[in-house]
């Protein structure tokens, strides 16, 4: 319904809609559905393969490219989108109970991540998809591999980063500080979101420079 709305709000004109990555979210074949159904081909359904900040820049870009037609807009996310870069630690005490309530776990891991303070760290993959690159014992070490890890190549400096929390903030803080970057720009992650990774990840999302 939301979406049917929303597309008739853009009646007589081009659109481009720029959803979550389909592969962790069926908010794309929604929006497939309503578009179908309203017949509304002035509308243009963009697969971010992304979440979170990474879809806020390119929103971001679409709107500066708002003279373009959405044809050529989507063209040039395809360029920007192979180079977003999402990696984050997750506090184990809160996010492998979240997990395990999720049924995406089993509960002994769970357990067993509590006893020993592993912390993980993920990425979101160009395919559009979590993927574990590390866990480490303690917020701290894992912060510091989040660090490690976004400083492996050179950013493009006509996009700046954005720092990611979920509700507490002062992890964000601990990573900004380790960074340097306590001035950069921060991104609350939404709730749908944080109920998935529970109330104390932090992370980066950054733009890699052009080859």
Same mark, same amino acid.
């Given at each position: 319904?939301?979406? +049917?709305? @929303?597309?008739?709000?853009?009646?007589?004109e081009?659109?481009? #809609?720029?959803?979550?990555?389909?592969?962790?979210?069926? $908010?794309? =074949?929604? @929006?497939?559905?309503?578009?179908?159904?309203?017949?509304?081909?002035?509308?243009? /359904?963009?697969?971010?393969?992304? $979440?979170?900040a990474?879809?806020? %820049?390119?929103?971001e870009?679409?709107v500066?490219?708002? !003279?373009r037609?959405v044809r050529?807009?989507?063209? %040039? &996310? !395809?360029?920007?989108?192979?180079?977003?870069?999402?990696?984050?630690?997750?506090?184990?005490?809160?996010? &492998?109970?979240?997990?395990?309530?999720?049924?995406?776990?089993k509960?002994?891991t769970?357990?067993?991540?509590? &006893?020993?303070?592993?912390?993980?760290? #993920?990425?979101?993959?160009v395919?559009?998809?979590?993927?574990?690159?590390?866990?480490?014992?303690?917020?701290?070490?894992?912060?510091?591999?989040?660090?490690? &890890?976004?400083?492996?190549?050179?950013? !493009?400096? @006509?996009?700046?980063?954005?720092?990611?929390?979920?509700? $507490?903030e002062?992890?964000? !803080?601990? /990573?900004?500080e380790? $960074?340097?970057?306590?001035?950069?720009? +921060?991104? =609350?992650?939404?709730?749908?979101v944080?109920?998935?990774?529970?109330? =104390?990840?932090?992370g980066?999302?950054?733009?890699v @420079?052009q080859?």
């Amino acid at each position: 319904m939301l979406f +049917r709305e @929303a597309f008739e709000r853009a009646a007589g004109e081009e659109a481009i #809609v720029i959803l979550i990555s389909s592969k962790i979210s069926g $908010t794309l =074949n929604a @929006a497939r559905i309503a578009k179908e159904e309203g017949g509304f081909d002035n509308v243009l /359904l963009y697969d971010s393969l992304c $979440t979170t900040a990474m879809q806020r %820049i390119l929103v971001e870009e679409a709107v500066r490219r708002r !003279d373009r037609s959405v044809r050529e807009a989507a063209e %040039i &996310l !395809d360029g920007l989108r192979p180079r977003l870069r999402l990696f984050a630690a997750l506090d184990t005490l809160d996010t &492998l109970e979240y997990l395990y309530k999720g049924g995406r776990i089993k509960g002994g891991t769970a357990l067993m991540g509590k &006893l020993l303070g592993i912390k993980p760290v #993920v990425e979101l993959t160009v395919e559009g998809e979590v993927k574990n690159v590390g866990r480490a014992h303690g917020r701290k070490k894992a912060l510091a591999e989040v660090k490690r &890890l976004s400083e492996r190549e050179k950013r !493009d400096p @006509a996009f700046s980063p954005y720092y990611l929390y979920c509700k $507490t903030e002062a992890v964000c !803080d601990e /990573l900004t500080e380790l $960074t340097g970057e306590r001035s950069a720009r +921060r991104f =609350n992650i939404c709730c749908a979101v944080g109920a998935h990774i529970g109330p =104390n990840a932090a992370g980066v999302v950054y733009v890699v @420079a052009q080859e």
